[in-house]
């Protein structure tokens, strides 16, 4: 087993991954920026380097931290989820100077972070793809050619996308000349190339993807669903497991999928193998993530499988050692994203410091979170300051504990998407399962919330009041 691994990453997941190496018997090297020099995972690891220069850069730089691990003498590094956990370049040069990295190899990153490549793969594989062009599209007359033939609604996606992004519906040739442009230069931006391609639009489907586990000795596994459809800008904001569209039958094959995927990637490692669930449950793969995910949490919860003590496992060399049939989901387990935004406001995000802050707990409860009273959260990095994440023996309990715990919740001096997952988990729609992926956008009415009410503020805006009588 490793005796030292570096933590390539910040904020809450570094703080996961320290729990897992700390369970483990591995000491942990944080890696932090001047603005990240009072987080919680920055005292957690037994050392904690600055990296730098500025907030973004020494989170990113591959030669820095590669030599700083040579330096310090680490044996493996994980990279989490975000910055560099999918950058083929940066599994290479750790291969490259022997160190472990704690993930896929850099071949299968590499295949499928390219959404054009990983399509045509599965569709070899016998793997379900959404319909859509074979292969990337020259330009703009290309795509309407083919958008006539599949027929519209299109979806535009840039074949190095993520996170939500380069990804726009098309209803119509107008909008799809329109939306090329923009989904061109949105993933030139982001990803530094322009490459798209087109998929058909699937009308009102659930997200569910599948947890696979493979070690090196050829064995994988998947560990059950996650529903993954309420989402806002293609991005998710609750997560579920396990999904109550699913019956055992469609599990099963959807789950055989996932591993046929794996296998035809040549995968190592956690993965997730995502699919789209259309209304006559028909599912269709969607892409590959080829690294731990936000959502992994209630996986866990409902399997009882430490998904990143099996990562460092496996990256040791470890055999799985348990088939599909060790394999036990018990009761249901949600993951509700919390944002320092203001929904109220397009969501943007909100920094500064955390004037109050107290958690929930009691049964069934963990959070797994970056802040605490007097942090200042920095304005630099993803706006997720924590995961509130429950487990129940059955929906109705999942739904009631997130409820009473988002309740109980308490984060002041920022605006949190707290309020808004509250009237979520009051939305009967929700509470009866009747959700898609287009689920917020059909209810601007989830941001008819009551302000909090601070009493200190209360306490205030009495004494003013007063004040300003005795001026009169
Ligand atoms: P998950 O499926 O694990 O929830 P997300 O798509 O929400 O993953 O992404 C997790 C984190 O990684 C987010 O901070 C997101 O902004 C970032 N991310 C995802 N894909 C990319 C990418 N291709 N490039 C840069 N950041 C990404
Ligand atoms: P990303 O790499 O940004 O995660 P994905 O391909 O995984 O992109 O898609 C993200 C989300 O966008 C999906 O969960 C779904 O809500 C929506 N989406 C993607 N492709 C389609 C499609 N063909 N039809 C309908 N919705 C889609
Ligand atoms: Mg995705």
Same mark, same amino acid.
């Given at each position: ?23 483990? $018997? +591995? ?5 932090? !920026?001047? %603005?990240? #020099? ?6 957690? =690891?037994? @050392? ?49 100077? $022997? +160190? ?5 190899? !850099?071949? %299968?990153? #590499? ?6 490549? =990983?399509? @045509? ?61 923009? #989904? ?289």
């Amino acid at each position: 087993m490793f005796k030292k691994v570096l933590v390539a990453n910040r904020g809450e997941i570094a703080t996961r991954l320290i729990r897992a190496c700390k369970e483990l $018997g +591995i000491a942990t090297v944080a890696i932090y !920026s001047e %603005a990240d #020099a009072t987080s919680l995972y920055v005292k957690k =690891a037994d @050392e904690s380097y600055l990296v730098g220069p500025g907030p973004i850069e020494g989170y990113l730089n591959i030669h820095r931290i590669v030599d700083l691990a040579l330096k310090v003498g680490v044996d493996a590094i994980h990279p989490g989820y975000g910055f560099l956990s999918e950058k083929p370049s940066f599994a290479e040069l750790c291969e490259k100077k $022997g +160190i472990t990295f704690i993930g896929p190899t !850099s071949q %299968a990153i #590499a295949d499928m972070g390219d959404k054009v490549r =990983a399509r @045509e793969m599965m569709k070899k594989a016998g793997v379900p793809i959404v319909p859509g062009s074979e292969g990337s599209l020259k330009n703009t007359d290309e795509a309407a050619v083919f958008a006539k033939e599949i027929g519209y609604p299109v979806m535009i996606k840039a074949s190095g996308g993520g996170g939500g992004r380069g990804l726009r519906v098309a209803r119509g040739e107008k909008e799809l000349v329109k939306n090329m442009d923009i #989904a061109q230069s949105e993933s030139r931006a982001a990803f530094g190339i322009s490459e798209v391609f087109l998929e058909k639009y699937i009308e009102r489907p659930h997200h569910i993807e599948f947890q696979i586990l493979a070690d090196k000795h050829g064995n994988v596994i998947h560990l059950g669903e996650r529903d993954c459809s309420i989402q806002r800008r293609h991005q998710k904001i609750i997560e579920i497991s396990p999904s109550l569209i699913l019956d055992a039958d469609l599990r099963d094959k959807m789950g055989m999928a996932a591993v046929k995927a794996a296998k035809a990637a040549n995968y190592v490692n956690a993965g997730t193998v995502e699919f789209l669930v259309d209304d006559k449950k028909n599912f269709y793969f969607l892409e590959m993530n080829t690294r731990i995910q936000v959502e992994h949490t209630i996986t866990e919860e409902v399997t009882g499988i430490d998904l990143v003590k099996k990562q460092i496992e496996i990256a040791a060399g470890k055999p799985l050692n348990m088939g599909q049939d060790k394999v036990k989901a018990r009761g249901f387990a949600m993951e509700c994203r919390i944002c320092a935004e203001d929904p109220k406001n397009s969501f943007r995000p909100n920094s500064g410091r955390v004037t109050a802050y107290y958690s929930p707990g009691g049964i069934g409860v963990r959070i797994d979170g970056a802040i605490y009273k007097d942090y200042v959260i920095p304005g630099f990095y993803d706006s997720m300051v924590a995961k509130l994440v429950v487990r129940g023996r059955d929906w109705n309990e999942v739904v009631s504990r997130m409820h009473r715990s988002l309740d109980e919740f308490v984060i002041r001096g920022v605006k949190t998407t707290i309020p808004f997952l509250r009237k979520i988990m009051n939305d009967p729609d929700f509470i009866n399962g009747n959700f898609d992926t287009g689920y917020i956008d059909r209810k601007p009415e989830l941001l008819n919330y009551a302000e909090f009410e601070d009493p200190i503020d209360k306490v205030a805006a009495i004494s003013a009041a007063i004040a300003a009588y005795h001026r009169f």
